[in-house]
């Protein structure tokens, strides 16, 4: 069975195990030459900007609506984007008005962590294809659920790991795929930088700027911090993965795709901890986490308190083979022979834009496996990171069951998902 056919079954298995049905229910309508796609961006203040503008930039693509829970950013940005279009797009607060909007075709999800899973489903279920940040999941429960979904209506849903789509490593899995570095069998990813310290203020009221209510969507009840509501959500179990699912990802996701390797591992195992910072922060700073395939082993660093950088990158991945090597960074590969000698080497832009005109194409085609980075494909990779982060917290070296998409051990499973808050429940799929 082939690796893409062997994911293919995985992903079946494990849907039909759970009860899920894979039949396509949800119509999609045929976009002519000339019509454009109405895309509502969802999270709008950060990186969610600079992704609404790059579909902005696309001339078949139109940014009808504005979603975010903070008043002043979704006011900001639709005068932004009139003054960029000549259109005012509809602005938003609550992203459920927009699920029954029979005009809006695609969302953009660019939230915290904690929102991204609940947003695909819902958009998936509301006949919304979906274009959405990473980490794909808050959980590997969520993440499962949102493959599901995007599945029983027929949607196109792309993770934003946008170096899928550039040039430079596609010249470099064509490389690897070529024979010339002979049998792959270990792939190193790293992620090296020196990140301040999480300092939490104390809890206050929300202001009235934030409906915090829906910012705390499907994550816990709890009262409202400044710290949290503005950055160090990342850093706390309830609401993000840690850098591991924050930047880890991306490198992951490159490293494995050089390798081919397209199914999550057989065994996860993390060594690390809090050894730089004294702070609020729940993840570690420091992860060795152990990715180990029937022939391959993939192994993934993170240091977030050192300085110098790791082979001359603060970010990137060394893919090693029998009679040679590669190095990829976020916007070049090197290839390099047995001797050590440099024998091809190629570079790009991150292919930020590019993976945004794949989505837009795959809307129009309908051709999922036309997506550089299809929903399944960017779950392994925030899988694999949850993996990492659930073998951390409970100490233990796991075994992942990937038709099941359980572990064997009974403290590993209890982190696979979580109880939704009410109103925000993960929605039955059958």
Request: proline residues 3%; hydrophobic residues 35%.
């Amino acid at each position: 069975m082939s690796l893409s056919n062997r994911r293919d079954f995985l992903l079946q298995s494990a849907a039909i195990g759970a009860g899920f049905s894979l039949s396509c229910v949800q119509e999609s309508r045929a976009f002519s030459p000339n019509e454009k796609i109405s895309v509502a961006c969802i999270g709008v203040r950060g990186r969610g900007n600079s992704v609404m503008r790059s579909f902005a930039a696309e001339a078949d693509c139109e940014i009808t609506h504005v979603c975010d829970v903070r008043k002043s950013v979704r006011e900001q940005r639709g005068a932004e984007m009139k003054e960029r279009s000549g259109r005012m797009p509809n602005l938003v607060n609550d992203y459920r008005d927009l699920l029954h909007d029979d005009s809006i075709d695609a969302f953009m999800v660019a939230t915290p962590d904690h929102w991204h899973a609940m947003l695909t489903i819902d958009g998936c279920l509301a006949g919304k294809d979906v274009y959405v940040e990473k980490p794909a999941s808050h959980n590997i429960l969520e993440g499962k659920t949102a493959v599901a979904a995007a599945r029983k209506n027929n949607r196109m849903v792309q993770m934003g790991t946008q170096i899928r789509s550039a040039g430079f490593l596609k010249e470099a899995i064509e490389y690897a795929r070529s024979g010339a570095l002979g049998k792959i069998i270990y792939g190193r990813a790293w992620e090296t930088s020196r990140n301040g310290a999480v300092h939490l203020p104390k809890d206050s009221n929300p202001p009235a700027d934030i409906d915090y209510h829906i910012w705390q969507g499907p994550a816990p009840e709890r009262a409202h911090n400044a710290g949290v509501v503005d950055s160090a959500w990342r850093w706390l179990f309830d609401y993000g993965t840690g850098d591991l699912g924050n930047d880890g990802v991306h490198r992951i996701d490159y490293c494995r795709a050089v390798m081919g390797l397209d199914a999550m591992p057989d065994t996860i195992s993390t060594a690390g901890g809090m050894h730089f910072f004294r702070d609020d922060q729940q993840f570690p700073d420091t992860m060795i986490v152990n990715y180990e395939y029937p022939e391959a082993v993939l192994q993934y660093e993170m240091r977030l308190w050192s300085r110098p950088k790791l082979d001359g990158h603060g970010e990137g991945a060394n893919i090693y083979g029998e009679n040679g090597w590669m190095q990829v960074t976020n916007t070049s590969w090197k290839a390099f022979d047995a001797t050590g000698k440099l024998v091809k080497q190629g570079n790009s832009d991150l292919g930020q834009q590019a993976h945004i005109r794949n989505f837009l194409d795959a809307i129009r085609s309908r051709n999922r496996e036309s997506l550089n980075q299809e929903i399944y494909s960017g779950h392994v990779s925030t899988t694999m990171c949850h993996a990492g982060n659930i073998s951390w917290r409970t100490g233990k070296k796991l075994r992942f069951d990937a038709l099941k998409e359980t572990f064997d051990d009974s403290d590993a499973n209890m982190l696979i998902g979580r109880e939704h808050r009410r109103g925000f429940e993960l929605p039955a799929m059958a």
